[in-house]
């Protein structure tokens, strides 16, 4: 079998922690498996390569800054091939030149073109364990670029996608995806199987357990994604095509608190305004989510969205300055609360359950999204730990 | 006028010392010069790294150790291109995978084969200056090598040969060769001028300041080096080919108190003896300085050699084993005194001067060898500094 593992930076931040990796890779090894394994940079180290590029130029140019930056990972990875060669296991290192893992020009936010697997193979082929650098790829003009956040999920999916691996295994620090944030429903319970559909809503939500981009690409390669503890041997979650047979229908229930509500009210009734709204916070690169739009009146609408927190004051701004309304109201106050579930699709009735279950709690719902498998809703902040408990427990996500 | 410029790991150090480096280069720049820098990792970021693998593995693989030591010169490079860029310069830096610097397979200690100059070639017609990581290059594996002691002097040569640049000026904490040790010798002068030559024996001798394999290349292709300060901008030493004009006899006197002498007494008088006691030492790593052999009588012969002090004991036991004699003595407590200088071919009685000023300070001369350039005497070392300025004075090497 051939498994592609992910560590991450804490994974890797010392001495043990590199040992613990390096048995982890080790013991399937030894069972007879072809390893390739991904590293990030050691535990804070990126922050503090930023941090001296930053002393030097408060705003450095990218093509020099992913040249500091791809340090970080190529030294975990020289370290780890130590660390396997100590325990008398055959390693080598690879960075993003020696693979060679092609990417676009972009720096600091390049994405993956084209992946070489011939070194790798030859390497494999020798039964060494191979470790590349995470995050990084070399762009056309032969320079360094990085991936952008979640780069090395990226890196471990295309690699296992490049190389048709069986499995690719994200270590994190938690033992895989939950049915909520287990710090606030006692009750929630691991899964053993989410789609990457599920897994894409629950990444935009916030969940943090994978980038969506790792997840769009897995997916789009059929990568089979296993989400795992790297602190324990507990089993993780798989990620893969949702299956028929399903018998859940909602797979879990997530919370993003950093979530601002803007509403513009008092637009006038045309053709476009919505499009020269949104065009322009676009092109300031502020991301949209929930979008609601009243019927027109009196030659007048209102629209309200959401945003992050951060955007909102410029988002106001933008809007200040681009178009005439009577009044504008920004509240920080909110959270955005989600059931994921690729069973929703067939069964009428979720979303109305879950309104039920935040009436029952008494909490007033102030906007409503809904995409095929997920029901979003936009509450008061403080209500949130109440809210994914009342419904976590009328969806009896608890119980098997 | 196209001018390599090298600076140490000292002078990029810090925040200030890469401003300090980049202004320099800058200047040159501004004046309408083609300026390639060429730059260790920062202050002693090396032994840093080399602590960190030597905790996961004490005898760390040479391939890792280069892949991980590597990633200090691509930190300065990107730091100081990005100083560069804050003070409106256009700059870029450049790894050996993407000058290319081709070296052969030994890590560690590999040597320049070949560079490829289109890339940097490139970049200086779109008038940037540009940084090249010294100290490291790529093998036909395509895995980094490191290029061993002095290994940034020796890509700044290379690459001045490559490019076939005006000159190459290696920056260091002294403002070039001197007539003696400044420390040692109150009157010591600053030459303008020394043949590949003599800054070949002085390298050997240790003083320090350039590493021969970096002085034989520079011979080897005519590359002009400048020896100077980074410090203030005082002129330096250039380092060329001699002038048959030159005036001087002797270009200046340097002592080297890291030496043993081994002395085997009673050796068999045979055929073959000195090449089967040499022959072990060299397949040791034992490198073997002064060699001085008796005339046999009565079926014996002696024979002694130098080596470093680190070295003596190691020898000892090599001759220990390998074969028959009466007694062996080691003694670390000398040092070696010699003059240098390309005038000497020519001039006969230049040794008898040198040892003349060491009967007149009353200094026992324990073992003497010559080159066509140099002469050197083993004394006792704790008379090294009383003999560097006899000989000093002697030679009026304090006059201009």
Chains 1, 2 share one sequence.
């Not at 992050?308 to 106001?316: E, I, W």
Request: aromatic share 4%.
């Amino acid at each position: 079998m051939l498994i592609v593992k992910k560590f991450g930076g804490t994974s890797v931040g010392n001495r043990d922690r590199i040992f613990n990796v390096a048995n982890r890779c080790i013991e399937d090894y030894k069972n007879g498996n072809d390893v390739v394994v991904v590293l990030s940079a050691m535990g804070k180290y990126t922050d503090v390569l930023i941090d001296m590029a930053k002393e030097i130029n408060p705003n450095p140019p990218k093509r020099e800054m992913d040249m500091i930056l791809t340090t970080g990972e190529q030294q975990s990875v020289a370290l780890m091939a130590m660390a396997m060669a100590s325990m008398g296991v055959p390693a080598v290192s690879l960075n993003a030149y020696q693979v060679a893992m092609h990417t676009t020009s972009t720096y600091s936010n390049a994405r993956v073109k084209r992946i070489d697997t011939e070194r790798i193979r030859a390497e494999l082929e020798q039964h060494k364990i191979v470790i590349v650098t995470g995050f990084q790829g070399v762009n056309k003009f032969d320079d360094y670029t990085t991936l952008g956040r979640g780069g090395s999920d990226t890196t471990a999916v295309a690699l296992a996608a490049a190389l048709h691996a069986d499995k690719c295994e994200i270590y994190t620090d938690v033992d895989g995806v939950y049915t909520a944030d287990p710090r606030k429903v006692p009750d929630a319970r691991k899964l053993k199987n989410v789609t990457y559909d599920e897994m894409l809503e629950l990444a935009t939500l916030g969940a943090g357990v994978l980038h969506n981009r790792s997840v769009e690409l897995a997916k789009k390669y059929g990568v089979r994604l296993v989400v795992r503890s790297s602190l324990n041997t507990n089993e993780g979650t798989v990620v893969r095509e949702g299956s028929k047979m399903e018998k859940m229908i909602v797979s879990g229930v997530a919370a993003d608190p950093d979530a601002a509500r803007v509403a513009v009210i008092g637009l006038k009734d045309e053709p476009g305004i919505a499009f020269k709204l949104f065009n322009a916070l676009a092109q300031q690169g502020i991301n949209i989510d929930m979008i609601l739009q009243s019927i027109g009146r009196h030659g007048k609408k209102d629209i309200s969205f959401t945003c992050t927190d951060d955007d909102a004051d410029l988002a106001k701004q933008i809007i200040d300055d681009l178009m005439e309304f009577e009044e504008i109201d920004v509240d920080k106050g909110v959270s955005k609360v989600s059931i994921v579930g690729a069973g929703m699709q067939t069964h009428p009735g979720v979303a109305a359950k879950m309104f039920e279950a935040l009436f029952d709690a008494n909490i007033n719902i102030r906007m409503i999204s809904t995409s095929e498998i997920r029901v979003t809703v936009l509450i008061n902040e403080k209500n949130t730990d109440r809210a994914i408990n009342a419904i976590h427990e009328k969806f009896n996500l608890g119980e098997e």
